[in-house]
């Protein structure tokens, strides 16, 4: 196996795949009913709001940031989860099923982790995701596309030079897996979404790509090519709901530590 299939496998088998896949057309969504031209709204603002309800669902899904449960507690009525967030979207995150996703934040973007690996979010414009320059965007980010990468078709390992290889990133004493990039995009005035998981790289030369590898998990409208996994590609319909009823949802315990985590994704 590559190390695009071990990421990908271990990713699905976790369930964190699923949980991506769910909370990006349901971030898009909220940010597509924020968006207002006629206000000065541009890519920056989409961006943000992007990140910002990304992250939200995401740690809504995996019990983490605001919604990790207290010592003692065993679940959080449904109020708490559905509010501010679509019926529907409340409805599918139900049957997600996840294993262990933890927060692992990395000089305050916010991560998630599984044993091996770790995701961070980032934004860029839709139909640009070959054109993202890490060093321009974060110092974290940089340091994130640094990472050693091992594709397996080199003739000789740094082993075999009597070098240490070490994974993930070299100066992060927090996580000791290898750190991935999902990158998202949305266009409020084409209702185009795509979302993209993958090793970032900083490229060597002018034509170099900017990732080791990339898949492309979901994406809507115009064809933006490459293979996706079978998820639906449809943003939830309706606003969020305030009024619900106090239905008991079940979520499980993490005793992870989080880091802090501004914006920057």
């Known amino acids: 196996m590559t ?9 699905q088998n976790s369930g964190l795949l699923g949980v991506l896949a769910w909370g990006a057309p349901a971030a898009f969504a909220a940010t597509d009913q924020l968006y207002d031209e006629d206000q000065g709204h541009d890519q920056g603002v989409v961006g943000y709001l992007n ?15 605001r919604f990790k449960l207290g010592e003692g507690l065993e679940r959080f009525g449904g109020d708490v ?25 990395y000089k305050q973007s916010p991560g998630w982790a599984i044993e091996g690996y770790r995701v961070l979010l980032q934004s860029y414009p839709f139909g640009k995701v070959n ?13 994130v596309a640094d990472q050693f990468f091992d594709d397996g078709n080199a003739l000789f390992s740094p082993e075999d ?10 100066d992060d004493d927090e996580f000791g897996g290898i750190t991935l990039i999902a990158a998202h995009a949305f266009s ?7 979302l993209y998981i993958g090793q970032s790289k900083n ?10 590898w990339k898949k492309l998990l979901l994406s809507s409208g115009t064809p933006t090519g490459g293979g996706g996994l079978p998820v639906a590609p449809t943003m939830p319909s309706g606003g969020a709901s305030a009024n ?22």
């Not at 190390?3 to 990713?11: N, P, R, T, V, Y």
């Not at 990140?51 to 940031?65: E, M, P, Q, S, V």
């Not at 054109?131 to 340091?143: C, E, F, N, T």
């Not at 619900?244 to 994704?265: C, F, L, Y």
């Open 3 to 11: 190390a695009e299939d071990d990421a990908l496998s271990a990713l």
């Open 51 to 65: 990140f910002k309800h990304f992250k939200d669902l995401i740690d809504r899904a995996t019990a983490n940031g």
């Open 81 to 105: 989860l559905e509010r501010g967030i679509t019926p529907d979207a409340f409805e599918s995150m139900s049957s997600l099923a996840t294993v262990a996703i933890v927060r692992r934040d």
């Open 131 to 143: 054109d993202i320059k890490w060093g321009q965007r974060s110092a974290a980010k940089k340091r």
């Open 161 to 170: 030079f009597g070098l240490e290889t070490i994974p993930g990133i070299p």
């Open 188 to 194: 409020p005035t084409t209702r185009q979404f795509e």
């Open 203 to 212: 490229p060597e030369y002018a034509d170099d790509s900017c990732w080791q």
């Open 244 to 265: 619900v009823e106090d239905v008991p949802v079940r979520i499980k315990q993490t005793g992870a530590v989080e880091g802090s985590g501004m914006a920057n994704g």
